[in-house]
C-alpha cells in the first residue's frame, strides 16, 4: 500500500492525543472515597478507559474488567464521577510528546482532522479547549454524541459523511480495539500507537494496518506507507 495519501484522519482522544487517566484516577477514587468502597492505583485505572464512562464506572465499582451485573449503586455513583471529573478534567492530563507538531503539519497539509472518543462531551470539548486542539478538528464525536460508540463504525462513518471523504482514503489513528475494530467496520484504513490504553490486548493483537510510536509520525503516510 505504498502512497496513502488520506483525505481525512480520525484521532482517538484518550490514550492516543492525551494521557487523561491521571485526572481520571482522581474523580474515580474520590467517587468511590464518597460511596465508602476501596480505592484503586491510577495503573489499575489505565486498564479500564476506553469503553465509555458508564462502563469505567462499573469496572471500579465492582473492580472486574468484564462486570457481569449492574452494580446497585451506578446511578449514585455517575453523578458523583460525574461531579468530581468536571472540576479536574485537566488538571494533571498532558499531551503525548509529537501530538502538537503532528496536527500541525497535518494541518499546514491541508488534511482534514477529526477527533472521535468514546469519552462523554461534557469532558471531551472542555478537555480539548484547555490542551488547545479543539481548533485542529473540524468534526468532533463523543460517546454520546450518537446511538452507539466506538468499536461501532457509525461515529466514523459520520466524520467520513461529514468531510465527503471516500472511506477507503480514511485513516483512523488510536490506541485500544475499540478504535481499530471501528476504522476496520467503517473500511479506514487503520494506525495504532503503542503507548495508550490497550487493555488486555498487545500491540499486534489490534492487527491495526500501521504502528506510530509518535503522532507527527503519521505525516510520513501523506507520502509512503512503509512504516511498518
Known amino acids: 500500500m505504498k502512497h496513502f495519501n488520506p483525505e481525512l484522519i480520525v484521532f482517538d482522544l484518550d490514550g492516543t492525543l492525551v494521557d487523561s487517566v491521571p485526572d481520571i484516577a482522581i474523580a474515580i477514587n474520590k467517587m468511590l472515597a464518597a460511596l465508602q468502597q476501596v480505592s ?8 479500564w478507559v476506553g469503553n465509555g464512562a458508564e462502563m469505567l464506572i462499573k469496572r471500579a465499582l465492582t473492580g472486574a474488567l468484564e462486570p457481569i451485573e449492574e452494580p446497585r449503586n451506578l446511578a449514585q455513583a455517575i453523578s458523583l464521577f460525574n461531579q468530581f471529573y468536571s472540576a479536574n478534567v485537566c488538571d494533571k492530563s498532558e499531551l503525548y510528546l509529537g501530538v502538537i507538531e503532528g496536527l500541525e503539519a497535518l494541518k499546514i497539509a491541508g488534511i482534514s482532522m477529526a477527533c472521535v472518543t468514546n469519552k462523554p462531551e461534557r469532558f471531551t470539548l472542555p478537555l480539548l479547549e484547555q ?5 485542529y478538528f473540524q468534526f468532533i ?3 454520546d454524541s450518537y446511538p452507539v460508540m466506538k468499536p461501532a463504525p457509525l461515529p466514523l462513518l ?11 482514503q480514511c485513516l483512523m489513528v488510536g490506541d485500544s480495539i475499540n478504535d481499530i475494530q471501528a476504522g476496520k467496520r467503517a473500511g479506514f484504513k ?39
Open 158 to 168: 459520520e466524520a467520513a459523511k461529514f468531510f465527503s471523504a471516500d472511506v477507503r
Open 40 to 47: 484503586y492505583t491510577e495503573d489499575q485505572v489505565r486498564q
Open 141 to 143: 464525536a463523543s460517546g
Open 131 to 135: 490542551l488547545g486542539l479543539k481548533d
Open 190 to 228: 487503520t494506525a495504532a500507537v503503542p503507548y495508550g490504553y490497550a487493555g488486555k490486548y498487545t500491540l499486534d493483537e489490534l492487527e491495526a494496518d500501521y504502528t506510530l510510536d509518535r503522532i507527527d509520525q503519521v505525516v510520513g503516510l501523506l507520502n509512503t506507507a512503509s512504516m511498518i
